[in-house]
C-alpha cells in the first residue's frame, strides 16, 4: 500500500457544484496534513492545514478522519478558477512531507 | 520578491552532462528541500537541509547525486552524468524549523523543469 493515495481524477463538475475528495495515508502515526493546490506547470501551494477537529475556509472544508486514517477536501460553490491538481500531503514526526499523486479537478462553465 | 527563488526555470542538456541547480530560500526559513516531480504524479522528496546540515535523503537520491547549502543559505542540486530518466521538475521549497512552529508548512519555487536528451 502506498504512502499517501488519492483518485487521480479528473473530477468533471460544472460551476456552483459541490465536490470532495479523499486522500488515504497508511502510517498511523501521521500527524500533520495539509490540502495543497497545484496549477498545471506551476508549484504547489499551501491551501490548507488539516485539524483533527477538521476546519474550514471559505468555500473549503478540510477533515481528518484517524479512525480510517483518510483526510478529506471538500469545495462548495465551485469556481472554475477552482480548477487545478489538489495534491494531500502528511507528515511522520518530525519527518518531511509526503505527497500524493494528486486529485485533478476540471470545474466547467 | 520574497518566496522561493529557483534557477534556472529550464534546463535542456544531453545525457551523460552534468547539471546544477540553484534555490534561494525564504530569507528567514532555515529548512530547505528538494523535490522531484514528474507529469502525473505528486512531488516525491530527494533530500533536506536545516541550515547547512543535511539531515534525510531519499533512497531516490543515487550516488549521481548531490547537494549542497554551505552557509546554511542558499542549496544547489548537482546531478552528475544525467540519464533521460532524470527528466522532471525540481523542486526546491523551504520552511522554519521546528523550534519556531509549524514547520511543515512548505513555501515551493518555481522549480526547474530538466530535459535530458
Known amino acids: 500500500r502506498k504512502e499517501v493515495e488519492q483518485d487521480p481524477g479528473p473530477f468533471n463538475v460544472p460551476e456552483g457544484a459541490t465536490v470532495a475528495f479523499n486522500c488515504t495515508y497508511s502510517?498511523?502515526?501521521?500527524?500533520?496534513f495539509f490540502w495543497y493546490r497545484q496549477d498545471c506547470r506551476k508549484e504547489p501551494k499551501l491551501l490548507m492545514s488539516?485539524?483533527?477537529s477538521g476546519n474550514e475556509d471559505g468555500r473549503f472544508t478540510a477533515q481528518l478522519n484517524r479512525a480510517s486514517q483518510y483526510i478529506s477536501l471538500l469545495i462548495r460553490d465551485s469556481k472554475l478558477s477552482d480548477s487545478a491538481t489538489y495534491l494531500c500531503?502528511?507528515?511522520?514526526?518530525?519527518?518531511?512531507?509526503?505527497f500524493g499523486k494528486g486529485t485533478m479537478l476540471l470545474v466547467s462553465p | 520578491d520574497t518566496g522561493v527563488s529557483q534557477d534556472p526555470r529550464h534546463k535542456i542538456t544531453k545525457r551523460g552532462q552534468n547539471v546544477t541547480f540553484r534555490c534561494d530560500p525564504i530569507?528567514?526559513?532555515?529548512?530547505l528541500y528538494w523535490y522531484r516531480q514528474t507529469l502525473g504524479q505528486g512531488p516525491e522528496f530527494l533530500t533536506y537541509?536545516?541550515?547547512?546540515?543535511?539531515?534525510?535523503k531519499s533512497r531516490l537520491l543515487s550516488d549521481r547525486f548531490s547537494a549542497e547549502r554551505p552557509k546554511g543559505s542558499f542549496s544547489t542540486l548537482e546531478i552528475q552524468r544525467t540519464e533521460q530518466g532524470d527528466s522532471a521538475m525540481y523542486l526546491c521549497?523551504?520552511?522554519?524549523?521546528?523550534?519556531?512552529?509549524?514547520?511543515?508548512?512548505?513555501?515551493f519555487g518555481s522549480g526547474t523543469q530538466l530535459s535530458v536528451l
Open positions: 488539516v485539524y483533527s
Open positions: 530569507s528567514e526559513h532555515n529548512r
Open positions: 521549497a523551504s520552511s522554519i524549523g521546528p523550534e519556531q512552529g509549524s514547520f511543515e508548512k512548505l513555501f
Open positions: 537541509f536545516q541550515n547547512e546540515a543535511q539531515l534525510e
Open positions: 500531503a502528511v507528515n511522520v514526526g518530525y519527518s518531511t512531507l509526503t
Open positions: 502510517n498511523s502515526a501521521s500527524q500533520s
